[in-house]
């Protein structure tokens, strides 16, 4: 099922051996190069505030109003992720980061993205347009599959799917 990730943002977590709710989503762990969320960065009721994790591998249930787990203890540190330490120190983000097309062209700033809860692949991205604003009434929306690479400055876009895009909307006013 498609999930847009806005709907997860703040969701409470329910761990089933606890019966009891366990921390809260608050962002995203996502493996730039496949496209993949990782995991869930995690809100802990915790006086200490050190970052917490979960893997998305320990998701038993993906509800429309919570997130469910069978143990609490699937809660841990990034250190005990693979990949999960590297990524946030790289300080790699979807949400919020900028979008510009191989040929440089400001195209404007992640608001969004959709991913399959099936396997947590990312599906496309909505993005708050800049100078095309005019072309895509303030919203383009992005195939991940159309995505060429993913820093922590900037994700890129082929400039072919730009065309496309442009194409479409050009028809589209025609009719």
Partial sequence: MLKQAGSIINLPIFALDKKTRVGQVYDFIIEPQVGRILAFLIKKKSIFGKVKILATEDIYNLEENTVVIEKADSITPPEEVVRAK???????????????????TYLGKVEDFV???????????????GIL??????ELVIPWDK???????????????IKEKVKEMRAVRAT
Avoid at 86 to 104: A, C, H, P, R, Y
Avoid at 147 to 161: G, L, R, W
């Fill in 86 to 104: 590297q990524i946030l120190q790289d300080k790699i983000k979807i949400i919020g980061n900028k979008v510009i097309t191989e040929s440089g």
């Fill in 115 to 129: 991913f399959d809860s099936a396997n947590y692949i990312l599906v496309k991205l909505y993005v708050k347009t």
């Fill in 133 to 138: 604003q005019d072309i895509f009434k303030g």
């Fill in 147 to 161: 995505i060429h690479s993913v820093t922590k400055d900037e994700i890129v876009v082929f400039d072919e799917a």
